[in-house]
């Protein structure tokens, strides 16, 4: 066989592999386009499907004020008012929230009030909204029917897309339920019905949002389907056919194969050129395989998620830097960064959510530190940074501006998060300690800056580990304490205006066998830190449930934590100890702060309520100091309102002092709750809080916490100029 056949061979060996690998190629594109295409669509159209169920929940969530109201169940169930349905379901409703039409329907399901366009019109005019929205009614008094569904719902509502005269609305129905102590006449309650168009309102808030092409509202068959545009269903019409929002979506895999055909032309090509095809793909397979094991280093050595250095690493650079210091005097600097609250960012919107922000803070950190320094992810929500070379003061700068670059709101993909971050310095320029203690003292100096507030840093000093090790003790010793109930509960007493004791307040004590008495001031925050809050909650309460048998007539305060009412097993606990110690739930007055009523969630809210119908009463502690509101007051079922000490303590003198205890005694006058004024010590503050219509007191001036079998003897009238 002579040369030429012999290269023609090589020549068809080569270009059949060529062409295989091109055809093979051109066929996994062609199905990674099609299979991009179809992700990209199935991901639009999930989430616009989230959208629209997120934007009928925030409509339902607006009409709750009005549909959970005692006012609206005397107005429009008990005795209907028409000019009180005008102003509050017309006005507001058809009005301020922007409704185009808005019905109340009675407890037979009949319309008694309509209000279209912005003007009251004859109830009648529902029927033209009767058959589209009597399939909502049904749903909504079918969960009416069932108190145990009523109960797990925080508001009762329906709402369905539906075409009214051609036009496609949003109907909403709505149980209208009491929120405190109003009751309806009957079995059922009234009905808000809501209507509004959504077409123009939608396709436009929709394709900003989700950045839609040519969206549209159509109505549709049933089963038409049409493969060149996305579509999320929003509701169906009376003849079965399909209310859809329509889109052109994005093509990715389109556009890859169009961006792709150029280069397979140029590998077609390439196929021809033989023995230079051969030399070039060996070539590349040797850069791929250099380029592999040089990736496989990196990743050893390296953060995935960040691409910082990872732990390995970051000790790696420690020692090294710290080697430097034998042969060239200077600092090191070692900071590690915690970030606040970087669970809620997860908890609220979910890992990836979390991945971004954790992304977003390396780079920023990358932007503020140096090219010599080392920045290094350890793992979770904590960095480090290694800064060799410097001094106490620049290790303070680039401390404080982490501190700055890490601090305000950032943009995430599906929504806005707060950052903040805490952080712990360690400055050293003795070759002689290890790099373990360089480390650990900057972790030691982070949990003080934690400690202190979060959102600022702090230096390492020595007592710090004294301080450290004396809270660990501490926290030891409580535990034990709890195990072998060595904690006591001291009671001080609560006067009316007359001086006589109308009840006691609960506090907890703890005598420690070596240190003797710790401060609740201390031991306190130290169990909210370190989760024992619930276990000494417990045994106060246990210990007051004993107590209480031994009085008659004594109302006894116990204080509840934010954390115990978010423990979902708070009220099973509760009511164990009743039953444990026959003691009656009637008795007591819980304490709540009012950053218990901040988190607002509908776990506290349902833990308040359920007290409630246990026979507890509730009372706002320390109120005015922090961020409650009338809202919150009317939300939760409080029965008192106590008055911080921070203002009794300026009375009678400080016109200010007197201006908020006024505002709060007449505030709680008005939602008829009682008041009780803390820290009361001095004659002229009590004549002061009497004068302003205060109704009970307490504080050294009427009687020091004791225990309980002083109570007991103690003569039911306390001494009162």
């Given at each position: 066989m002579?040369r030429r056949?012999i290269?023609?061979?090589?020549f068809?060996?080569i270009?059949?592999?060529?062409?295989g690998?091109i055809?093979?190629?051109?066929?996994?594109?062609?199905?990674a386009?099609?299979?991009a295409d179809?992700?990209?669509?199935?991901y639009e159209?999930t989430?616009?499907?989230?959208g629209l169920?997120q934007?009928?929940?925030?409509?339902?969530?607006g009409?709750?004020?009005?549909?959970?109201?005692?006012?609206?169940?005397?107005?429009?169930d008990?005795?209907?008012?028409q000019?009180?349905?005008s102003?509050?379901?017309?006005?507001?409703?058809?009005?301020?929230?922007?409704?185009?039409?808005?019905?109340v329907?009675?407890?037979a399901?009949?319309?008694?009030y309509?209000?279209?366009?912005?003007k009251?019109?004859?109830?009648?005019?529902?029927?033209?909204?009767?058959?589209?929205a009597?399939?909502?009614?049904?749903?909504?008094?079918a969960i009416e029917?069932d108190?145990?569904?009523?109960?797990?719902?925080?508001?009762v509502h329906?709402s369905?897309?539906?075409l009214v005269?051609?036009?496609?609305?949003?109907?909403?129905?709505?149980?209208?339920?009491p929120?405190?102590?109003?009751?309806?006449?009957?079995?059922?309650?009234?009905?808000?019905?809501?209507?509004?168009?959504?077409a123009?309102?939608?396709v436009?808030?929709?394709?900003?949002r989700?950045?839609?092409?040519?969206?549209?509202?159509?109505?549709?068959a049933?089963?038409?389907?049409?493969?060149a545009?996305?579509?999320?269903?929003l509701?169906?019409s009376a003849?079965?056919?399909?209310?859809?929002?329509?889109?052109?979506p994005?093509r990715p895999?389109?556009?890859?194969?169009?961006?792709?055909?150029?280069?397979?032309a140029?590998?077609?090509?390439?196929?021809?050129?033989?023995?230079f095809?051969?030399?070039?793909?060996?070539?590349?397979?040797?850069?791929?395989l250099?380029?592999s094991?040089a990736?496989?280093?990196h990743?050893a050595?390296?953060?995935?998620?960040t691409?910082?250095a990872?732990?390995?690493?970051?000790t790696?650079?420690?020692?090294?830097a710290?080697?430097?210091?034998?042969?060239?005097?200077?600092?090191?600097?070692?900071?590690?960064?915690?970030l606040?609250?970087?669970?809620?960012?997860?908890?609220?919107?979910?890992?990836?959510?979390?991945?971004?922000?954790?992304?977003?803070?390396?780079?920023r950190?990358?932007?503020?530190?140096?090219?010599?320094?080392?920045?290094?992810?350890?793992g979770?929500?904590?960095?480090?940074?290694?800064q060799?070379?410097?001094?106490?003061?620049?290790?303070a700068?680039?401390?404080?501006?982490?501190?700055?670059?890490?601090?305000?709101?950032?943009?995430?993909s599906?929504?806005?998060?707060?950052?903040?971050?805490?952080v712990?310095?360690?400055?050293?320029?003795?070759?002689?300690?290890g790099?373990?203690?360089?480390?650990?003292?900057?972790?030691?100096?982070?949990?003080?800056?934690?400690?202190?507030?979060?959102?600022?840093?702090a230096?390492?000093?020595?007592?710090?580990d004294a301080?450290?090790?004396l809270r660990?003790?501490?926290?030891?010793?409580?535990?034990?304490?709890?195990e072998?109930?060595?904690?006591?509960?001291?009671?001080?007493p609560?006067?009316?205006a007359?001086g006589?004791m109308v009840?006691?307040e609960a506090?907890?004590?703890?005598?420690?066998?070596?240190?003797?008495?710790?401060?609740?001031?201390?031991?306190?925050?130290l169990?909210?830190?370190?989760?024992?809050i619930?276990?000494?909650g417990?045994?106060?309460?246990?210990?007051a449930c004993?107590?209480?048998?031994?009085?008659?007539?004594?109302e006894?305060s116990v204080?509840?934590s934010?954390i115990?009412?978010?423990?979902?097993?708070?009220?099973?606990?509760?009511?164990?100890?009743l039953?444990?110690?026959?003691?009656?739930?009637e008795?007591?007055m819980?304490?709540?702060?009012e950053?218990?009523?901040?988190k607002?969630?509908?776990g506290?809210?349902?833990?308040?309520?359920?007290?409630k119908?246990?026979g507890f009463?509730l009372?706002l502690?320390?109120?005015?100091?922090?961020?409650?509101?009338?809202a919150y007051?009317?939300?939760?079922?409080?029965?008192?309102?106590?008055i911080?000490r921070?203002?009794?303590?300026?009375?009678?003198?400080?016109?200010?002092?007197?201006?908020?205890?006024?505002?709060?005694?007449?505030l709680a006058?008005?939602?008829?709750?009682?008041?009780?004024?803390?820290?009361v010590?001095?004659?002229?503050?009590?004549?002061?809080?009497?004068?302003?219509?205060?109704v009970?007191?307490?504080?050294?001036?009427?009687?020091r916490?004791?225990?309980a079998e002083?109570?007991?003897?103690t003569?039911?009238?306390?001494?009162?100029?």
């Amino acid at each position: 066989m002579d040369r030429r056949n012999i290269e023609l061979k090589i020549f068809g060996l080569i270009a059949g592999m060529a062409a295989g690998m091109i055809l093979l190629a051109g066929f996994a594109l062609t199905v990674a386009t099609r299979h991009a295409d179809a992700r990209e669509r199935d991901y639009e159209q999930t989430l616009v499907g989230n959208g629209l169920r997120q934007r009928i929940e925030e409509i339902q969530t607006g009409l709750n004020p009005y549909v959970i109201w005692d006012e609206a169940i005397h107005k429009l169930d008990n005795r209907f008012d028409q000019a009180w349905a005008s102003q509050n379901i017309g006005a507001s409703v058809g009005g301020a929230l922007g409704y185009e039409a808005a019905f109340v329907l009675d407890a037979a399901d009949k319309p008694i009030y309509a209000h279209v366009a912005g003007k009251d019109v004859s109830s009648t005019t529902f029927d033209r909204y009767a058959f589209q929205a009597s399939s909502l009614v049904n749903d909504v008094r079918a969960i009416e029917s069932d108190p145990k569904k009523v109960a797990a719902l925080h508001a009762v509502h329906k709402s369905r897309v539906e075409l009214v005269r051609g036009e496609p609305v949003l109907i909403t129905v709505s149980l209208i339920r009491p929120d405190l102590k109003a009751r309806t006449k009957g079995p059922r309650g009234p009905l808000l019905v809501t209507s509004t168009p959504v077409a123009k309102i939608m396709v436009k808030a929709f394709s900003e949002r989700f950045l839609l092409r040519d969206a549209a509202i159509a109505v549709v068959a049933a089963d038409a389907v049409d493969a060149a545009v996305a579509q999320s269903v929003l509701g169906r019409s009376a003849d079965g056919r399909r209310i859809v929002l329509r889109w052109v979506p994005r093509r990715p895999g389109a556009e890859l194969l169009r961006s792709a055909t150029p280069m397979l032309a140029i590998a077609i090509l390439a196929a021809a050129m033989g023995s230079f095809l051969l030399f070039r793909t060996t070539r590349r397979a040797a850069k791929k395989l250099l380029l592999s094991e040089a990736e496989a280093k990196h990743l050893a050595l390296h953060d995935p998620l960040t691409g910082l250095a990872n732990r390995t690493l970051f000790t790696d650079r420690l020692v090294h830097a710290h080697a430097l210091l034998r042969r060239k005097p200077g600092h090191i600097g070692v900071l590690c960064i915690d970030l606040d609250r970087f669970k809620e960012v997860n908890d609220t919107y979910g890992h990836d959510a979390g991945d971004q922000l954790i992304r977003e803070v390396a780079r920023r950190l990358t932007a503020i530190c140096r090219d010599t320094d080392t920045i290094c992810r350890l793992g979770g929500d904590e960095f480090a940074i290694i800064q060799p070379d410097t001094s106490p003061a620049g290790a303070a700068s680039l401390a404080q501006r982490v501190v700055d670059g890490l601090s305000g709101e950032v943009d995430l993909s599906i929504g806005r998060a707060v950052l903040s971050c805490s952080v712990g310095v360690s400055v050293v320029a003795d070759a002689d300690q290890g790099q373990a203690e360089l480390l650990r003292q900057a972790d030691v100096a982070l949990y003080r800056a934690k400690e202190a507030g979060r959102g600022r840093f702090a230096f390492f000093e020595p007592e710090m580990d004294a301080a450290l090790r004396l809270r660990k003790s501490l926290e030891r010793d409580l535990r034990a304490a709890l195990e072998h109930d060595e904690l006591t509960v001291a009671y001080q007493p609560l006067t009316d205006a007359r001086g006589e004791m109308v009840g006691v307040e609960a506090l907890a004590r703890w005598n420690h066998p070596e240190r003797g008495e710790i401060s609740p001031g201390i031991f306190i925050p130290l169990a909210e830190s370190c989760g024992l809050i619930g276990p000494v909650g417990a045994a106060v309460f246990r210990r007051a449930c004993y107590d209480s048998l031994r009085w008659s007539g004594l109302e006894v305060s116990v204080n509840v934590s934010a954390i115990q009412l978010t423990n979902p097993d708070f009220i099973d606990e509760i009511v164990a100890t009743l039953a444990e110690t026959s003691a009656r739930a009637e008795t007591f007055m819980l304490e709540i702060t009012e950053t218990a009523l901040l988190k607002d969630g509908d776990g506290v809210h349902d833990a308040l309520r359920r007290l409630k119908r246990l026979g507890f009463r509730l009372a706002l502690d320390d109120f005015g100091t922090g961020y409650a509101s009338l809202a919150y007051l009317r939300r939760h079922p409080i029965d008192k309102l106590k008055i911080d000490r921070s203002f009794v303590a300026s009375l009678p003198g400080n016109g200010e002092a007197m201006a908020v205890a006024s505002a709060i005694v007449s505030l709680a006058k008005s939602l008829g709750l009682k008041t009780t004024a803390e820290g009361v010590e001095t004659q002229n503050q009590m004549d002061a809080l009497v004068k302003l219509g205060c109704v009970e007191f307490q504080g050294y001036l009427l009687g020091r916490p004791m225990p309980a079998e002083a109570i007991a003897s103690t003569p039911s009238m306390v001494r009162v100029r």
